[in-house]
């Protein structure tokens, strides 16, 4: 800082809002008379035009250099008055407020004591603006492309939306196929289209989409990087099929020598599959995949005398010799859809789930009444002794949601209506069966909820307002103990079937997901958004969004809404093509470095990294900063024992004289 | 200590959260006593814990660090480390005998803006009680 | 010059006469002797080897300050330089000192802040009996019993003090006294010189500096540098407790828009005693300094003054925390030479 | 320990050309003073001793030798470092290693078991220092001072260091070689120095350091001596910005101590130096011993015990004490 300091000092009446309890004129003359303050004013509004045009000429005519505002809280007008002394010429990071309304006016009443401390205030600040350093904000380019993680609806509608607009997608699944918890459902509420007929197309569209490069059966490895920026590391795993010679025509599956003999996820363990699948017909891609766990030559290293699938591919295309392979790309922006778990229904033993094959889940059930389930839609149940159609059957509500025994206080939002949904599928397949609804309350607050709610109810539902405490065997029957709190009269229902409404939970894997993209949890345990109300797709790492059941649960159309939201906030920066860095960032002063790596271990943002430089022929460690990654916050600063780290304009020497003006000036 | 006493406080409070509640305790009009100053910092993380030893030795009879509520930290763990820092500067500072009414560290959200104000009256009276830091002035002494 | 008596009996009322009136004098603080005001009725003891740290700071102190002013602002503030003072049992090794000090602050002008104090100060001596362990003040141009610096030297006969004014500001003290006193006998006189005979005589550690001060130049480089200055720790004990080091630093302290210049001891065994602006450190390492230390006592000094700044009263050696013993330095020198 | 074996041992590494020179031990000038010693060949070897006299902690020079400006081309010695550490020295090799301060392959860690060392103020206050040279010996529950051929029996508690009394790791954490075999630990006393403090009164405590810190003469010699005050430019001499005036008087005394202790909080390893080589007698170990009860009772931290630990200033746990927090 070679040039005198040359400071302006800028008392806003704020109308009476100031004024009304602060004697600005007297804090303007006191200001006067503090060193290198050539200018001291005072006006009605400062953040008018004529306020900064007064500030603008006062810059021009007194070759002002610094500049303090003493008005309101900088958290509502620093742009703005950075705006006006850059427009002036000097630059935006030469202004100091002094918040003289939020924390002085409208909170004190003695006008004395508000003046006084106004004069502080005002002290304080230029006690640090004439130590403030010009700053330059800097923007790097951002890759016109963007990572979904998570090929269900939502990642599936985020990839569709931001390849439409012409940006490039890798959308990365884990599993072999696209399509999610969705594909797996029958009908959906209210408007009970079948989720299939609405999906698929969307399947097939992102794997044909010149824009997206999809990579199912793979998985994130590595986000280095930053907005923009970030560098991605994916691990596509082995299908030991080879990706462009498979026809999908499913000979392979068919003379597998285990065929059918493994539960099948997509069928939740009802249905069977083979060591080499096709989770389910419409999977996309129709890539057939060797399961590693299950195939015999991969597990046992022969079979027969040869693997049967290899014998009988006519494309020839089994490759047992395939290998993981790792597949690196950059993109600008990354939206995090991976979905959710279904809640684990032998967390409640009490409902017998591991115990009687005809207590289900809703996902089951989903399945079970599925045209092109396990069953092929005939809902029968195995009661221990024989395969029967169910006469009697009860639905559970809120199995491991609002449930603090389980650690799930939330309400996942979707169990009531799935439940109605499936009691009236139910209905239609078994007309004269007797249904009832266990629920604590019916949550149906959606467009169209409450009418289908209705409508099942007149279809002969019984709703019974009670939570089971029991579910047991008697003779052929399961007897669910539970009391009608309405009526408060305790029951012992025989049934024929029970289905668990079980809820939504954060995926077990989340914690992968979260160190991969420093994201953070809320209480309810999903990823927490940037701001609950006003940011709700975002997260605190810059360019990472959110999608879907991730952030909490949802039904599809809040899915599909969230998605495109992620979608245009991931495009911003792909559209702008650049990315603005703060300037306000930490910066090291490597000749008093000791390289002990202290703010390398503070660092939320792993912005700092130790590098060796050479200090006159010696080779010694110092820590460097990435100022694309640092957010400024300076927690390395105050860990930093040689205080050779300083966050810029919140440095110590600029902080040090600001404590010292308050503390003496009386 | 007589109530004539006035003391000096010194505030050090995080942009996102404590800064934003003493913002809006502004615009509730929400009313507490003029002996507090703030200086902003970006995250409580920023504040060296020798900027209080700094800021009683320089003329303040207390000091104020807030912070936001943990895990809500803008930057995610900021609050934690100033828990650490702060939390071993207060027992240090009361093992060589500085009154600990003279020092206080509070979560306050930009919800806050009563809390702000219940933290304000706490920080003061403690200090009014405390009395002036005379003790330990650097001006006062050969000066 | 005459000699007077003072029996021990009355030795409390002979401090009567000047306590509370700016006189200091060595007490016991913890479990060290130091230099400190003497309230009307106490009465400073005085068996004592030394003082741990020497009593320079009367004169010179550690910080004070020049001059005081604001911010932008061009007037400067002078502040006042103390008052009349009386140094009451300070050893002949450090009076010494104070006037080999004194040759600097008066040597290419005169320092108003040193001078003044020290012509404020009346030293009143104490010859020493029982000569310290690493007490070597005889190899170094001084003895137990010297009066150089001082205004008056008293010495310990047993049951009295033997009281000899050295300047007329030490035949005022006698002179406020006299109703205590009585004329010094020639047995008296005699038991004195058996006395500081003595004391010499228990003088254990020795220096042999013929030829030092012309020899060391010569030793600029050699390989004994680096040998004794390897365990310096670069600490400003030894120099803060020499009563002979006088170097000081000059800072402004500003806080909020006031500010001082002041001006504080500095040791030049700490690095950036000499590390220049431009980054650049004349005496890089500990080995330079560590032979600035020695060449300043012994072969600057002695140069300009015609003096070694060196009184032999031990406290570098004692309180060294890794034994560097310049006894042993200057040893190792002369075997060099 | 065995002299002999010590020596033997220290030859042979000082004759390895991967190290540079050994720092060790030495009788001092005369009386009970011992000496820092930096042997470069298997001769100088022959003056390194153990004994209880050996207070002294050796690895604040890991840290201490300057890198002056090599000219261009000129390679930087990369050789290995030999130190002899006793069990509370190893603790600060640890903890140099957890902040960087030294890497691993730079070190060789001579272990030496450590029975206790006497405090040699303690010992020159009852049994009165001479200008002779001076012997000290283990024996037990006493300690031998030999002296012209007479021996002399001291309990070993009356001259016992403060730290050893307090010690819980005689013996090294850590060392590439052991020297002798590992002592038994002995029982730890109760920190009554720290505890006689903590049931003075606030007003009491402030009074009590006041008078301590007024004699501070600011040597720094604490600073200097102290293993982990390694920084190139110490935050406490700079001059923008002035954390703490020059000046010396009790207020800036007071904030140079503050900080000192505060910087040392949960990395000091109580080898009591600053303690022993302060020159105005401040009870600085009562300091840093304080913050190091604080860290291992409440938040259950030990310093300079695990390499890979995370520091603990840089670190935090979620369940962190905030009792005090509003």
């Known amino acids: ?666 | 200590m007589s109530d004539s006493f006035e003391p000096n406080i010194v505030a050090f409070l995080c942009n996102w959260c404590s800064y934003a509640g003493a913002d809006l305790a502004g615009t509730s009009r929400v009313h507490y006593p003029a002996n507090i100053q703030v200086i902003r910092v970006m995250c409580s993380g920023r504040v060296n814990p020798l900027y209080v030893m700094n800021a009683l030795q320089q003329g303040a009879d207390g000091v104020l660090v807030s912070g936001c509520h943990p895990g809500d930290c803008h930057y995610m763990e900021g609050n934690f480390f100033a828990r650490r820092r702060l939390g071993m500067l207060k027992d240090l500072m009361e093992y060589v005998g500085v009154d600990p009414r003279r020092f206080h560290m509070s979560w306050v959200s930009a919800s806050e803006g009563h809390k702000w104000k219940e933290v304000v009256e706490k920080t003061v009276e403690d200090a009014r009680e405390a009395g002036p830091f005379e003790g330990f002035r650097r001006r006062r002494i050969d000066w | 010059m005459s000699a007077m008596l003072l029996s021990k009996e009355k030795w409390p009322q002979f401090v009567g006469k000047f306590a509370g009136k700016n006189l200091w004098a060595p007490k016991l603080e913890g479990e060290a002797m130091r230099f400190s005001p003497v309230e009307e009725g106490e009465t400073p003891l005085l068996e004592f080897s030394n003082t741990r740290i020497p009593p320079k700071s009367a004169a010179f102190p550690q910080t004070e300050t020049m001059f005081r002013f604001q911010l932008g602002n061009q007037e400067i503030k002078l502040p006042e330089l103390g008052e009349e003072m009386i140094l009451m049992g300070i050893r002949p090794c450090d009076a010494r000192a104070m006037s080999i000090v004194e040759k600097l602050f008066r040597w290419d002008y005169d320092d108003p802040y040193y001078l003044e104090r020290r012509n404020l100060i009346t030293l009143i001596g104490l010859a020493c009996n029982e000569p310290g362990l690493n007490c070597f003040c005889s190899s170094v141009g001084g003895a137990p019993d010297s009066t150089e610096g001082l205004d008056l030297l008293m010495v310990d006969l047993g049951d009295s003090f033997l009281m000899e004014a050295v300047t007329p500001k030490g035949e005022a003290v006698l002179k406020e006294a006299e109703d205590l006193l009585e004329k010094a006998g020639s047995e008296a006189l005699k038991s004195r010189e058996a006395i500081t005979a003595e004391a010499g005589s228990k003088i254990r550690r020795t220096v042999d500096h013929k030829g030092i001060p012309e020899g060391l130049p010569a030793l600029w480089d050699d390989p004994l540098w680096a040998r004794v200055s390897a365990s310096c720790i670069g600490c400003g004990t030894c120099t803060y407790l020499c009563p002979t080091c006088h170097c000081f630093d000059i800072q402004d302290e500003v806080e909020g828009f006031e500010a001082r210049r002041c001006r504080m001891w500095d040791s030049c065994m700490f690095e950036e005693y000499s590390l220049h602006t431009s980054g650049h450190n004349p005496r890089p390492t500990r080995r330079e300094r560590t032979r600035n230390r020695i060449n300043h006592k012994y072969n600057y000094y002695v140069d300009k003054f015609d003096v070694i700044a060196c009184v032999g009263c031990g406290r570098c050696i004692n309180l060294c925390p890794v034994n560097i013993d310049i006894v042993e330095i200057l040893r190792q020198v002369k075997e060099a030479l | 320990m065995d002299l002999e074996q010590l020596r033997k041992t220290a030859a042979e590494v000082v004759s390895r050309e991967d190290v540079k020179y050994l720092i060790g031990w030495k009788k001092g000038t005369y009386g009970y003073r011992v000496a820092p010693v930096f042997v470069e060949d298997a001769a100088g070897a022959a003056e390194l001793f153990f004994s209880p006299l050996c207070t002294a902690n050796l690895t604040t020079y890991l840290t201490m030798a300057e890198k002056l400006p090599l000219p261009r081309g000129q390679e930087a010695d990369k050789r290995k470092v030999a130190l002899m550490v006793k069990g509370c020295d190893s603790r600060a090799v640890v903890q140099l290693l957890v902040e960087k301060g030294i890497h691993r392959d730079q070190v060789v860690v001579i272990g030496c078991p450590c029975p206790g060392m006497v405090d040699p103020a303690l010992l020159a206050e009852k049994y009165k220092e001479t200008e002779k040279p001076v012997d000290l010996k283990w024996d037990g529950d006493q300690f031998l001072l030999i002296c012209d051929g007479e021996e002399l029996a001291i309990p070993r508690d009356e001259v016992l260091a403060e730290k050893c009394r307090l010690c819980r790791y005689p013996n090294p954490v850590i060392s590439d070689i052991l020297l002798g075999d590992p002592v038994e630990k002995w029982e730890v006393a109760e920190d009554s120095g720290v505890a006689e403090l903590d049931t003075l009164d606030i007003n009491e405590r402030w009074s009590y350091w006041q008078e301590q810190f007024s004699k501070c003469i600011r040597c720094y010699s604490c600073r200097n001596v102290c293993p982990l005050c390694y920084c190139q430019d110490c935050i406490l001499d700079r001059l923008n910005p002035t954390w703490v005036n020059r000046a010396v008087n009790f207020s800036e005394n007071t904030a140079f101590n503050i900080s000192r202790a505060f910087h040392l909080a949960g990395r000091c390893i109580e080898c009591g130096e600053c303690e022993r080589v302060c020159p105005a007698n401040i009870p600085l170990g009562k300091l840093n011993r304080k913050m190091a009860q604080e860290v291992r009772e409440k938040y259950g931290f030990e310093p300079g015990i695990d390499p890979d630990a995370e520091p603990f200033q840089a670190s935090f746990k979620p369940d962190d004490p905030e009792d005090f927090i509003l």
């Open chain 1, 1 to 666: 800082m070679t040039e005198k300091p040359k400071v302006g000092v800028y008392v806003c009446h704020c109308g009476i809002n100031i004024s009304a309890t602060v004697d600005v004129e007297t804090v303007a003359d006191f200001a006067l008379k503090l060193p290198n303050v050539e200018v001291a004013r005072t006006y009605s509004y400062m953040c008018s035009d004529p306020g900064q045009a007064l500030i603008k000429n006062d810059i021009k005519e007194h070759g002002l250099n610094r500049v303090i505002v003493a008005s309101c809280s900088p958290r509502m007008h620093e742009p703005t008055f950075r705006k006006a002394i850059q427009e002036a010429g000097i630059n935006p990071y030469y202004l100091e407020m002094a918040n003289i309304r939020e924390h002085c006016s409208w909170v004190h009443e003695d006008r004395e004591e508000a003046t006084a401390k106004s004069k502080k205030l005002v002290a304080a600040a230029v006690a640090k603006v004439r130590l403030l350093e010009a700053l330059e904000s800097k923007e790097v380019d951002a890759e016109p492309a963007a990572l979904v993680i998570g090929a269900g609806i939502a990642g599936i509608q985020a990839a569709l939306d931001i390849a439409d607009a012409g940006f490039k997608v890798y959308l990365v699944e884990k599993t072999p196929s696209v399509g999610g918890r969705m594909a797996q459902l029958d009908k959906t509420f209210p408007t009970l289209d079948c989720s299939a007929c609405i999906l698929t197309p969307k399947m097939v569209d992102c794997a044909s989409h010149p824009n997206i490069e999809l990579l199912s059966y793979s998985e994130v490895e590595e986000i280095g990087g930053f907005i923009g920026n970030f560098d991605v590391k994916v691990r596509k795993k082995a299908r030991y099929v080879d990706f462009d010679k498979c026809t999908g025509c499913g000979d392979c599956a068919a003379a597998c020598r285990v065929k059918d003999r493994f539960p099948s996820e997509f069928d939740m363990g009802m249905g069977k599959r083979s060591a080499i699948y096709l989770p389910f017909p419409q999977a996309v891609p129709a890539k057939y995949t060797i399961d590693p766990e299950s195939c015999l030559f991969l597990t046992k290293g022969k079979c027969g005398k040869g693997p049967k699938c290899e014998e009988v591919c006519q494309a020839g295309a089994i490759n047992f010799d395939q290998q993981d392979e790792i597949v690196e790309f950059k993109v600008g922006a990354v939206i995090v859809a991976t979905g959710f778990d279904p809640f684990d229904a032998s967390r409640k033993p009490e409902y017998g789930y591991s115990d009687y094959p005809n207590v289900i889940t809703g996902m089951e059930m989903e399945r079970l009444v599925s045209a092109s389930g396990p069953t092929g839609g005939k809902v029968k149940v195995f009661n221990g002794e024989e395969e029967i159609e169910p006469k009697e059957v009860a639905f559970i509500k809120c199995v491991g949601s609002r449930d603090a025994s389980v650690g799930n206080e939330y309400c996942s939002r979707v169990c009531c209506m799935y439940v109605a949904k499936q009691a009236h599928l139910l209905r239609d397949k078994l007309p004269d069966a007797n249904i009832r609804v266990y629920y604590m309350d019916v949550r149906a607050f959606g467009k169209g909820f409450e009418e289908f709610y209705d409508r099942v109810r007149r279809e002969n539902v019984r709703y019974i307002r009670g939570n089971p405490s029991e579910i047991f065997k008697r003779g052929k029957k399961l007897v669910v103990k539970v009391e009608d709190t309405l009526t408060a009269t305790p029951l012992e229902d025989e049934v024929d079937l029970v289905v668990l409404g079980v809820g939504l939970e954060p995926r077990a894997d989340m914690r992968q997901t979260m160190d991969l993209l420093r994201l953070s949890q809320s209480p309810d345990r999903f990823f927490l958004e940037a701001h609950p109300k006003l940011r709700p797709v975002d997260t605190a790492t810059d360019g990472v969004f959110l999608a879907g059941c991730c952030q909490g649960p949802k039904d599809i159309p809040d899915t599909v809404a969230q998605a495109k939201g992620a979608a245009s906030s991931a495009m911003i920066p792909l559209a702008r093509g650049k990315v603005m860095i703060s300037a306000q960032v930490a910066t090291v002063d490597e000749s008093t470095c000791r390289g002990c790596g202290f703010c390398v271990n503070i660092c939320p943002y792993t912005a700092i990294e130790l590098v060796t430089v050479n200090r006159f022929g010696h080779e010694v460690e110092v820590a460097r900063v990435n100022e694309a990654l640092c957010k400024g916050c300076g927690s390395c600063s105050a860990g930093c024992l040689s205080d050779s780290i300083q966050p810029k304009s919140f440095r110590d020497r600029q902080i040090l004289p600001q404590i010292a003006a308050l503390g003496v000036v009386r």
